[in-house]
């Protein structure tokens, strides 16, 4: 009598229908020294597209967190690292002159009571550490609940359901040690100078370019022979393909580090991305992608 019981109970768990989707709308605004949050609103979506089984995020990724707390017994129910458009902006030398504000948001599936939304931020120690917080209750009756405004759709590569797969998701791993080899020099030699040198000669043509309003076939061209030159130059390093801690990295010439001399993220040359880089992405995607049960 028993199996019957268990397959019973299993079927009626399978066929528990998704939890709604809930938006929080937010303002993320300061500057290289100061930052700020300020609530904008609450949107109720259609079904929750993640995956029920991988609620709360062990990557360890991004540099900002998002938690979702249960207001009363302060439950962990849901969460997930991020990075953002402000979290760069805030390290350009724009953001030392000036304030800005930018429109974020964070989604997670509709809880049944209050909860309490926790973000955070990175730290001195690396160790994240609250920024703000904002109480949601799903019966406020000033959520949007009007739904997505109807648009047609169509598949353009259809891979499964949404809770088990993923489109594209990018992230930025925050430690590579392990994967540097022994003996690799730390910081890693690679023709910094040489690199520095061209890009600010190519910035100087593509200046001159601009201000004789020259035909933009010459700014192609220019590209594409930055591309070239900028990819030999960065495979003869004597390091040239392997992971260390190269100067150079965050839109600073000194004081920042890059996994390896070359990636996507760092130049446009056609490249994959990085070791490092490659990593984050199949870990973040095996957040969402793995099977259930399956290691990390």
């Known amino acids: 009598m028993i199996a019957p019981v268990v397959i019973l109970v299993s079927a009626a768990v399978a066929a528990a229908p998704a939890p709604r989707t809930l938006r929080l709308d937010y303002l993320h605004t300061g500057s290289a020294t100061e930052e700020r949050f300020a609530f904008d609103g609450l949107v109720l979506e259609g079904p929750w597209p993640g995956p029920p089984d991988r609620l709360v995020d062990d990557t360890n990724l991004g540099k900002y967190l998002y938690e979702v707390r249960d207001r009363k017994s302060d439950t962990l129910l849901y969460s997930r690292g991020f990075a953002s458009i402000y979290g760069e902006w805030e390290t350009t030398g724009e953001a030392k002159e000036r304030s800005r504000g930018f429109s974020e948001s964070v989604r997670f599936p509709e809880p049944r009571q209050p909860v309490r939304v926790v973000l955070k931020k990175r730290g001195r120690g690396n160790e994240f550490e609250e920024a703000w917080s904002v109480s949601v209750d799903p019966a406020d009756p000033a959520i949007d609940r009007s739904g997505p405004s ?81 990819t030999k130059l960065l495979a003869s390093g004597p390091h040239a393909g392997k992971v260390g801690a190269f100067e150079g990295a965050l839109y600073e010439a000194k004081g920042y580090y890059r996994p390896q001399a070359d990636c996507i993220m760092f130049t446009r040359d056609q490249l994959a991305f990085c070791a490092v880089c490659r990593r984050a992405i199949e870990r973040v995607i095996g957040l969402y992608a793995r099977p259930a049960g399956a290691g990390r």
């Not at 933009?216 to 591309?227: I, N, P, T, V």
């Open 150 to 230: 109807a648009a047609r759709a169509w598949a353009v590569i259809e891979s499964g359901e949404p809770r088990d797969k993923v489109d594209l998701l990018l992230s930025q791993a925050a430690k590579w040690k392990d994967l540097i080899a022994p003996g690799t020099p730390l910081p890693t030699p690679w023709p910094k100078e040489a690199f520095e040198a061209a890009q600010r000669e190519i910035q100087e043509r593509r200046r001159r370019i601009r201000a004789e309003k020259r035909p933009e076939q010459e700014m192609e061209a220019l590209f594409l022979e930055e591309r070239e030159r900028i």
